[in-house]
């Protein structure tokens, strides 16, 4: 019956005489994507929403949506943004702002059509581009990377309405996703149809159509996707699938019981580095997906150890705020968002937990783990540690705030160390964050939010008076935390000592880096080396020459790889910006050093500290 029913509600795209059924407010939303006709990596899109009853209506892009905490006006991707009415003439339609059009005479309105621009294409060409994994890619018949928020918009009061989403795809060509296909009478060669059942589903469903390069594995209860799109073959599906089936069946085993879906897609983009190439690498989470966004030019070893890194944070999402989350993610507003004040839980704690349980199951050792959150520590150097943390959250979409999001990756994974920690020591080692995960889960859950300013009351009910403490003190307070009190209760503590460097980088870590829009190159803002330091280089100096030597992202390889062959008395001639005043400065080369505090287990410890120290690593 299901068939059938979909068949009898889907709307056709050709103009036709309205009928008496086809309200609005009761058939599905019609969208169509087309890609096939491509030109200019643009894609058309018609949407058609049944007939409307009022004569003003208002359609919408996403500004921002759920996860990626930044303003992007996604309706800056549309071009030729047109609306038509039943006898498929054109009408009037506005641009109210940048991702709102208006449409008058709405009872004559039968659809509307547009093109959608790639954004990969513009990530080196704006200041703030689409996080990559939250963009899209449109290469024809090779490859079509698609974040549905950029596509597909909704309409007044038709959030909560399903969609029915059509895709016409170059033969051969096959889909990737978690969205539910569906089978419509009128089926099609080489399209596709996929029901969401509000539009929330439609932004939380991303979807990946290229030539099939999929394995699917099962992890307990869960069946598991990994599709892979890599333009020059360096890597597949099958070359890294026995990595990632280890790594999420390690990810199950510390979850235990929690439970939140029977499937989940990873939908893997390598970038092959050459114009038009991502630049924003990491994940994206959702639901029941994640998409990946990496550098094909990575040995393997690198690929897996990020993609360890970086899936196992996005599926441990489902925890939260997947599942326990605020009511301002629960009813989100795509334009005109209300940011929840509890990012330390939902990127911290998601993060913390990437991180503990390859320690938990074995897949890094102790002291790796050590040098993680060491690491940790020393970034967060790099943001205000005088910042209420949840005042941040709440604000982070608006200067100065916005500057601190990644501190969320820092810091906020710290908070949940140390929340850990308190539970683990109250509770003798029987209990720990994830337990207390466990149960805000069974308190609330993916349909029933918790009030912003009630969190940290619930939390504490739940577990100690200490953690209130500790919450109001350092997470709602603006007091830094001294993290050597909480290694002190499981017997680890710093020790530190002057390491070599490269002038320009620390190992994998670079002192310097591109600004996206300009190519400029500049220092960051970070713990410098003593040779930086000593020639008077200072964090965001760009630097325009090198020993007389243009400093330009053409040659910066070539000027990097030479400085490695400097010695102490080599003169270095540098030729900055620094804060719009060219400035020269010399200096010798020296032997470049930083400081590396690495947190490793005392030498004495008492029986309490081993106790802790093993329930927290491998309770």
């Given at each position: 019956m299901k068939k059938i029913a979909f068949a009898l509600l889907a709307v056709g795209i050709v103009a036709c005489t309205p009928k008496v059924n086809d309200l609005a407010t009761s058939t599905p939303i019609d969208a169509s994507i087309d890609l096939v006709n491509v030109t200019n990596d643009k894609v058309h899109v018609t949407i058609n929403p049944g007939r409307f009853t009022t004569e003003t209506i208002n359609f919408y892009i996403p500004k921002t949506v759920p996860g990626t905490y930044s303003n992007n006006n996604y309706g800056e991707f549309l071009e030729n943004v047109k609306a038509y009415d039943y006898n498929n003439k054109e009408m009037e339609i506005s641009s109210v702002d940048a991702n709102t059009w208006k449409i008058n005479n709405a009872t004559n309105f039968d659809r509307i059509e547009y093109d959608v621009n790639d954004s990969f294409d513009t990530e080196t060409e704006v200041e703030e581009a689409v996080f990559s994994p939250a963009g899209t890619n449109i290469e024809a018949n090779k490859n079509y990377f698609l974040n549905l928020h950029m596509f597909v918009g909704y309409f007044d009061n038709l959030k909560e309405h399903s969609y029915l989403l059509h895709f016409t795809h170059p033969n051969g060509f096959e889909a990737s996703t978690s969205l539910n296909k569906v089978m419509l009478n009128d089926g099609k060669a080489n399209t596709d149809t996929f029901m969401a059942n509000r539009y929330f589903e439609v932004t939380d469903n991303p979807i990946m159509y290229s030539r099939p390069d999929s394995q699917t594995f099962s992890v307990n209860d869960i069946e598991v996707t990994l599709s892979?799109?890599?333009?020059?073959?360096?890597?597949?599906?099958?070359?890294?699938?026995?990595?990632?089936?280890?790594?999420?069946?390690?990810?199950?085993?510390?979850?235990?019981?929690?439970?939140?879906?029977?499937?989940?897609?990873?939908?893997?983009?390598?970038?092959?580095?050459?114009?038009?190439?991502?630049?924003?690498?990491?994940?994206?989470?959702?639901?029941?997906?994640?998409?990946?966004?990496?550098?094909?030019?990575?040995?393997?070893?690198?690929?897996?150890?990020?993609?360890?890194?970086?899936?196992?944070?996005?599926?441990?999402?489902?925890?939260?705020?997947?599942?326990?989350?605020?009511?301002?993610?629960?009813?989100?507003?795509?334009?005109?968002?209300?940011?929840?004040?509890?990012?330390?839980?939902?990127?911290?704690?998601?993060?913390?937990?990437?991180?503990?349980?390859?320690?938990?199951?074995?897949?890094?050792?102790?002291?790796?783990?050590?040098?993680?959150?060491?690491?940790?520590?020393?970034?967060?150097?790099?943001?205000?540690d005088s910042l209420s943390f949840t005042n941040m959250s709440k604000n982070v979409l608006v200067e100065p705030y916005k500057d601190e999001y990644g501190n969320v990756y820092e810091k906020g994974a710290l908070i949940g160390m140390c929340v850990d920690l308190i539970i683990r020591e109250q509770s003798n080692g029987e209990k720990g964050i994830l337990w207390l995960m466990k149960q805000l889960s069974i308190e609330y859950g993916e349909d029933k939010p918790f009030k912003d300013n009630e969190l940290f009351d619930k939390i504490v009910a739940i577990t100690y008076p200490e953690v209130g403490t500790f919450l109001n003190t350092y997470v709602v307070g603006d007091t830094p935390i001294n993290y050597e009190d909480f290694f002190q209760k499981v017997g680890l503590s710093f020790e530190s000592e002057m390491v070599e460097t490269g002038f320009f980088l620390n190992g994998q870590t670079p002192f310097i880096d591109v600004k996206p829009a300009s190519n400029d190159i500049f220092v960051r803002n970070i713990d410098l080396n003593t040779s930086m330091k000593a020639i008077g280089l200072k964090a965001n100096d760009i630097i325009k020459s090198v020993n007389e030597t243009p400093f330009t992202v053409e040659a910066i390889r070539e000027v990097v790889i030479g400085s490695m062959g400097w010695q102490p008395d080599t003169d270095v001639t540098l030729v900055i910006d620094r804060d719009g005043k060219e400035m020269t400065l010399k200096g010798k080369a020296g032997t470049p050093k930083i400081e590396d505090k690495k947190l490793t287990k005392m030498s004495a410890t008492t029986p309490t500290q081993d106790a802790l120290r093993n329930a927290w690593l491998k309770g």
């Open positions: 892979v799109y890599s333009p020059n073959k360096v890597y597949s599906s099958l070359s890294i699938k026995n990595e990632m089936e280890k790594m999420m069946q390690a990810q199950k085993t510390f979850l235990g019981d929690i439970n939140a879906t029977k499937k989940y897609n990873i939908l893997l983009f390598l970038g092959a580095m050459d114009e038009g190439s991502p630049t924003g690498f990491g994940a994206l989470e959702h639901h029941t997906s994640t998409t990946v966004v990496l550098p094909e030019t990575m040995p393997k070893e690198a690929l897996v150890e990020t993609m360890t890194d970086v899936v196992s944070h996005e599926f441990f999402h489902i925890v939260t705020p997947l599942t326990v989350h605020s009511e301002e993610i629960q009813y989100f507003d795509y334009n005109n968002p209300k940011m929840s004040e509890h990012l330390w839980m939902y990127e911290g704690v998601t993060e913390y937990f990437a991180n503990l349980f390859q320690i938990n199951q074995g897949l890094i050792d102790e002291q790796a783990f050590y040098d993680r959150i060491a690491t940790k520590i020393q970034n967060s150097k790099r943001y205000n």
